[in-house]
């Protein structure tokens, strides 16, 4: 009995997430970093 879906395409689906949530995270970065070169603040409007 085989199932609709296969090992190998969910194991692709796990790296095609996690490689869209590098992009997120490497985004979150440079938004933290542009924050703090405009503003001097971490998060503007806390601190």
Not at 11 to 24: P, S
Request: net charge positive; aromatic share 8%; glycine share 12%.
């Amino acid at each position: 009995m085989t199932s609709p879906t296969s090992k190998r395409d969910i194991e692709q689906g796990k790296v095609i997430a996690e490689r869209i949530n590098g992009y997120a995270a490497f985004l979150g970065c440079w938004a933290l970093v542009g924050a703090y070169l405009t503003t001097g603040q971490m998060i503007p409007g806390v601190v």
